[in-house]
Nanobody
Framework: QVQLVESGGGSVQAGGSLRLSCAAS????????MGWFRQAPGKEREGVAG????????YYADSVKGRFTISQNNAKNTLYLQMNSLKPEDTAMYYC??????????????????WGQGTQVTVSS
């Protein structure tokens, strides 16, 4: 059973930066799709960034391209999301998720098998 624990959320002013971390354990497959999803009140969940752990193929939503960077530290089984130039519209609960292959990056994450508890990101103007 894969377990995911996020950390690093918080409150920042517009233009600021945050780095989210997702510590993973319990892997049983060699490779997974892993991603960061977010959901703001009254809005659909959206995939903001994803990575294929074996090879590093990445995905970014258009709304975060050039501002967010997804990365992984395989030795630490940790996934990161570096968020720069944050905007008020980035305010949401951010979730780390993993899916066994075959899998796809991005989307709404309905097919993802494993989820963290979420970490809140609040960006003020």
């Amino acid at each position: 059973q894969v377990q995911l624990v996020e950390s690093g959320g918080g409150s920042v002013q517009a233009g600021g930066s945050l780095r989210l971390s997702c510590a993973a354990s319990g892997y049983t497959y060699r490779s997974y799709c892993m991603g960061w999803f977010r959901q703001a009140p009254g809005k659909e969940r959206e995939g903001v960034a994803g990575i294929w752990t074996d090879g590093g193929t990445t995905y970014y939503a258009d709304s975060v391209k050039g501002r967010f960077t997804i990365s992984q530290n395989n030795a630490k089984n940790t996934l990161y999301l570096q968020m720069n130039s944050l905007k008020p519209e980035d305010t949401a609960m951010y979730y780390c998720a993993a899916d066994r292959p075959p899998c796809t990056l991005g989307g709404h994450g309905a097919e993802y098998d494993y989820w963290g508890q979420g970490t809140q990101v609040t960006v003020s103007s």
